[in-house]
């Protein structure tokens, strides 16, 4: 479908809904929150991070909503379209960039969990040591050879979805995609809350102690609200482009924010209570769900072989359809901007993605094993980009766009987005403005100013 002026639109409110929350819905949900609620102490994490998702979180993501859908142009040509002849350009290219490169090792890491679904679907999870899962881990992520081919698996799938269009590819597979994520999120949940023992991770996850909260704790919740809600490149900027004049913009983020934290809390139910159940540390790290999980698994269930199968599958299964709505909007970043500016079509420019890449997804995959010795500022190509792009880019673009927003653009169009042009009181306005002009750029201000180790 496309609108007045060509452009084409998603098909349906559900559909905008579906496929910005398979954007925010990814391994940040179901890998990273569970580990970073497992170091801060549980409940009390979880809480704040709720708190932040509301606070900074929605208004922000209304503010990337308000840029997409007003300039009818993907992040990389909005700023230009809406601030023309200014430098904030740079703003839009600088999410073009940083989406182009999360994209590279995200999809190591979403190539991963291919390789754990066929692990698991030939026996490769069973009868192993706590030892020998590390070991596993270990070798398979050090490889030159499957993680390179699970990584264009994976890469050529994400393709695939964003070269068929923005209704038959991105809309249509989020229509099918999410609802199968929730499906299996709400399955695994049940079977680990009701394992023997369980009650003691629902108790971590459910009973705040508020002892456990320092600075460090907030900074944390914070760094993972914008990662999670896919915050700060523009991402969900070049999806709101694509939105219909009676899309919500208010509704729609609560709706995508809401989503995305009851995926999160679901993930910490399917892993603490069967990580107590076994008495496994919730604390191990990013390593959690590739090394903790299937030694959990396989001792949950040991008299039942069958389930410990089925549950390892369906776990993995739900980490790559995360995943994938991930990397497929992510991708759409860098894709809808070649074809604005360049006038590309859509099959090639994708084509030029995929491979740019593949490059850097083969470099990010490779500094874990042979070239590990690589290093910027101390850090392998891997971890560096993962620092760069999450500690310093999106920071800096979800600042911006929280003051072109706030500061910049004209009031009564701001004013005239979030009310859908007068057709909805939009009462949340002046909490709304007031966010964005103060809070948001103060308190990302110092995540970033800490995360980068100058708060002492
Ligand atoms: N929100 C995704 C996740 O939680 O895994 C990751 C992500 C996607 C970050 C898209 C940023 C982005 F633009």
Redesign the pocket.
């Given at each position: 479908m496309k609108n007045s002026e060509g452009r084409v639109n998603f098909g349906s409110r559900l559909g905008a809904i579906l496929a910005a929350a398979g954007?925010?819905?990814?391994?940040?949900?179901v890998?990273?929150f569970p580990y970073e609620t497992g170091n801060h102490g549980g409940a009390a994490f979880i809480l704040i991070y709720v708190g932040l998702v509301f606070l900074f979180g929605l208004p922000i993501m209304i503010a990337e909503f308000t840029i997409g859908r007003r300039a009818k142009a993907s992040t990389g040509e909005a700023y230009r379209v809406l601030a023309p002849g200014t430098q904030w350009k740079w703003v839009g290219y600088l999410g073009v960039l940083?989406?182009f490169l999360?994209l590279g090792y995200?999809s190591v890491v979403s190539g991963w969990t291919l390789e754990y679904i066929y692990q698991a679907l030939t026996g490769g999870l069973a009868d192993k040591t706590p030892a020998g899962y590390i070991q596993m881990f270990d070798d398979f992520s050090a490889g030159s050879f499957r993680p390179l081919l699970w990584l264009a698996v994976f890469l050529f799938i994400t393709h695939y979805v964003v070269a068929k269009g923005v209704k038959d590819g991105i809309e249509r597979s989020a229509k099918i995609l999410m609802p199968a994520l929730f499906v299996l999120v709400v399955i695994l949940a049940c079977c680990s809350v009701s394992l023997p023992g369980a009650e003691k991770g629902i108790s971590f996850l459910l009973k705040p102690d508020f002892s456990k909260v320092t600075a460090d704790v907030f900074l944390g919740a914070m760094g993972q609200a914008f990662?999670?809600?896919?915050?700060?490149?523009?991402?969900?900027s070049t999806y709101a482009s694509y939105f219909g004049p009676n899309t919500r913009l208010g509704a729609t983020a609560m709706s995508v924010g809401l989503i995305?934290t009851f995926v999160a809390i679901l993930s910490g139910l399917i892993i603490f209570p069967a990580a107590f159940a076994v008495g496994i540390n919730p604390d191990a790290g990013p390593s959690l769900i590739f090394i903790t999980l299937p030694n959990v698994f396989q001792q949950a269930f040991a008299g039942i072989p069958v389930m410990a199968v089925l549950c390892s599958v369906a776990f993995y299964v739900l980490l790559a359809l995360?995943?994938l709505t991930?990397t497929i909007?992510?991708h759409e970043?860098s894709t809808a901007f070649l074809c604005e500016k360049f006038g590309f079509t859509r099959g090639r420019a994708a084509t030029l993605v995929t491979s740019g890449c593949v490059i850097v997804g083969v470099v990010s995959s490779l500094s874990l094993g042979v070239w590990k010795h690589f290093t910027i500022g101390g850090l392998e190509i891997f971890s560096a980009l993962d620092f760069l792009t999450a500690k310093i880019m999106?920071p800096t673009g979800a600042m911006l766009s929280a003051i072109f927003v706030g500061w910049v653009l004209d009031r009564k169009l701001v004013r005239d987005e979030v009310t859908n042009y007068g057709q909805l009181r939009g009462s949340y306005y002046p909490v709304y403005i007031n966010v964005l002009r103060f809070v948001a750029p103060i308190g990302i201000a110092v995540i970033f100013l800490n995360e980068l180790g100058l708060l002492g």
């Open positions: 954007s925010a819905v990814g391994l940040g949900n890998w990273r940083t989406g999360i995200y990662f999670s809600l896919s915050l700060g490149m523009g991402c969900l995305d995360a995943a991930s909007s992510l970043v999106l």
